[in-house]
């Protein structure tokens, strides 16, 4: 028979897991949770992200995922990298990729802990878990803030007076009544500094993403071409952005916090553009091995890398564009003459163009060919 179990031998577990901080709240939507949602969709903030209508009603109300739950535990993990993540983006020969991104996959670090805590609950009390971690229709920020992690900044990002904007989320939903925490106030008061330094100003006001001009959704997200607009805003960020969460004021805090439990990769940290450009499908597999960047594939993170290529303004680096003119992939081939573009002086690049452009098969690819000739 189980034994009995309490909210303090479940937060010691978790802690012994090595979560950073644990909280409790009911298995119900967050206020707002289904307005705000309705407005974003309706703005189509959301671009290619059908997933979030697909299964909007789920997202709004966590008691519609799984009507059993009465307690929602959530969980943060500090990420906070132990440098500054904007002084990559000042050395163009490399690429920037986001904090959080830099070493094994979140999604697979986080499960690991959450599996091993829900196991605890269900042996302690018989009480049935579910554990979620992004990839679920689970609106885990609003619940963060019910649950008293935190609140959601202006960047729409969770915000933790202990950790600032560093903290991975993941939550256990249970049939086990848990007497629930205090939600957390918004404590960003007038400081805007998040909203200001967006290079593509993706947010239309406060506490609003619009994802189609987000980078971290034109670089992940996003499955065709960068738009032109956003091209030389992206400078040398080849997956995510880290530029809103780094400037936050109270990621002093985090900064103090416990010892890493994150550990970046040394070669995920600031690699070569011009290695990068030369990744054929099975080294780009090897060295993005347990990273969440092998989801997006190779194409569209070598597009990543041309557009930063393109941005890095050093005509050295035109080489590794000629060579990847003939890729297998018309979304590589097309990054490659956007890059060319920006890198070649002008009779170099007609040059390219006449040899190139007229025998291009693809559509979106001799459309790039045009519109420099």
């Known amino acids: 028979m189980p034994n009995s179990i309490t909210k303090a031998d479940i937060l010691q577990r978790a802690r012994s897991e090595g979560f950073d901080v644990v909280r409790v709240t009911t298995a119900e939507a967050a206020p707002r949770n289904r307005e705000s949602l309705d407005a974003y969709l309706a703005a189509g903030h959301h671009g290619q992200m059908d997933w979030m209508e697909t299964r909007k009603d789920e997202r709004a109300d966590p008691n519609t995922l799984w009507r059993d739950a009465r307690s929602a535990i959530v969980l943060g993990l500090n990420y906070g990298p ?58 885990e920020k609003p619940l963060a803030q019910k649950a008293g992690l935190g609140w959601q900044g202006k960047h729409t990002n969770l915000v933790s007076r202990e950790f600032g904007s560093w903290l991975f989320l993941g ?20 400081c805007r500094q998040c909203l200001d330094i967006c290079p593509t100003k993706a947010f239309p006001g406060p506490y609003r993403l619009d994802a189609r001009r987000c980078i971290s959704y034109l670089t992940i997200e996003n499955k065709g071409a960068i738009p032109r607009e ?13 530029d809103c969460l780094a400037v936050c004021p109270w990621n002093k805090f985090a900064q103090s916090a416990q010892e890493m439990k994150f550990h970046p990769r040394e070669e995920l940290t600031a690699p070569r553009l011009a290695e990068l450009a030369r990744l054929d499908d099975a080294a780009f597999r090897a060295l993005f091995r347990k990273s969440p960047v092998k989801r997006i594939g190779r194409e569209r993170f070598l597009r990543n890398v041309l557009t930063a290529i393109g941005n890095s303004g050093d005509p050295d680096l035109a080489a590794e564009a000629v060579g990847l003119l003939g890729d297998p992939s018309p979304l590589v081939r097309g990054a490659a003459v956007g890059a060319l573009e920006r890198l070649l002086p002008r009779a170099d690049f007609d040059a390219l163009a006449r040899k190139h452009g007229h025998a291009e098969a693809d559509a979106m690819v001799r459309a790039e060919w045009a519109f420099t000739s």
């Open 171 to 190: 939550s256990i939903f249970t049939t086990l009544e848990l007497p629930p925490d205090e939600s957390e106030a918004d404590h960003c008061g007038n």
């Open 230 to 242: 956003f091209r030389v805003a992206m400078g040398n960020r080849i997956y995510g952005c880290d």
């Open 82 to 139: 132990d440098r500054d993540p904007l002084q990559i983006l000042a050395l163009k020969d490399r690429g920037a990729i986001s904090a959080y991104a830099q070493g094994d996959d979140y999604h697979d670090v986080v499960k690991k802990k959450l599996k091993a805590v829900a196991g605890f609950i269900f042996e302690q009390a018989g009480a049935q878990v579910k554990v979620f971690v992004d990839t679920a229709p689970v609106m």
